[in-house]
Nanobody, 128 residues
Framework: QVQLEESGGGLVQAGGALRLSCAAS????????MGWFRQAVGKEREIVAA????????YYSNSVEGRFNISRDSARTTVYLQMNSLQSEDTAVYYC?????????????????????WGRGTQVTVSS
């Protein structure tokens, strides 16, 4: 089992920045890929960014490429999402997720069905 707790959300003006944190507890953090997803009102949940278990590979959706950065700290069992140049379209609830075990530690899964543990989410609101 893995427990995930997000923090760092809030209200920010367009063009501003936020850093989300996801504290993980439980087993095998360093063996799991981690991802950030978001869900805006009236829209489906979508992947934003993901990082491989060994931290060597990352994935970003087209909408955040160049503005967001995902990283992980195995010593603190924490995953971060640095969000810069925020836009109103980034307003959503952001969820941290952990993938199941068994995949290659250097591969970044992007399909949501790989992710089996979820945090409760943190609200990010960008005002224009």
């Amino acid at each position: 089992q893995v427990q995930l707790e997000e923090s760092g959300g809030g209200l920010v003006q367009a063009g501003g920045a936020l850093r989300l944190s996801c504290a993980a507890s439980g087993s095998s953090f360093s063996s799991r890929a981690m991802g950030w997803f978001r869900q805006a009102v009236g829209k489906e949940r979508e992947i934003v960014a993901a990082i491989s278990a060994n931290g060597g590979a990352t994935y970003y959706s087209n909408s955040v490429e160049g503005r967001f950065n995902i990283s992980r700290d195995s010593a603190r069992t924490t995953v971060y999402l640095q969000m810069n140049s925020l836009q109103s379209e980034d307003t959503a609830v952001y969820y941290c997720s952990a993938a199941g075990l068994g995949g290659s530690v250097g591969v970044v899964p992007t399909a949501s069905y790989y992710y089996i543990f979820w945090g409760r989410g943190t609200q990010v609101t960008v005002s224009s």
